[in-house]
């Protein structure tokens, strides 16, 4: 079992950055597969982005593609998220989620741990 623990959220001015960091506690951290997810005021969860146990894979959705990257330190059970360049349709609370053993997953169902999630607003 893991638990998570997102911070760096905040306020930014529209093209600025923040870099979200996901702390996990328990063992094993390295043998899972951990995603960014956001959920904005009345819309559905939705990956941003998720990385494979060892960091070689990452997947972006498309609207985080060249202003986002995804990044994992095993030695300091540490998830990042680099954003660059926001946009206020960034904004939203940011959670980070993991899943053990398996590879990237898109489908917010297929992860069983989740933080408690870290507010992003990003002002125009």
């Known amino acids: 079992q893991v638990q998570l623990v997102e911070s760096g959220g905040g306020l930014a001015q529209a093209g600025g950055s923040l870099r979200l960091s996901c702390s996990a506690s328990?063992?094993?951290?390295?043998?899972?597969?951990v995603g960014w997810f956001r959920q904005a005021p009345g819309k559905e969860r939705e990956i941003v982005a998720a990385?494979?146990?060892?960091?070689?894979?990452?997947y972006y959705t498309d609207s985080a593609k060249g202003r986002f990257t995804i990044s994992r330190d095993n030695a300091k059970n540490t998830v990042y998220l680099q954003m660059n360049s926001l946009k206020p349709g960034d904004t939203a609370v940011y959670y980070c989620?993991?899943?053990?053993?398996?590879?990237?997953?898109?489908?917010?169902?297929?992860?069983?741990?989740w933080g408690q999630g870290t507010q992003v607003t990003v002002s125009s």
């Open positions: 990385i494979s146990r060892t960091g070689v894979s990452t």
């Open positions: 989620a993991a899943r053990k053993l398996l590879g990237i997953s898109t489908n917010r169902y297929e992860y069983d741990y």
């Open positions: 328990g063992r094993d951290f390295s043998s899972y597969v």
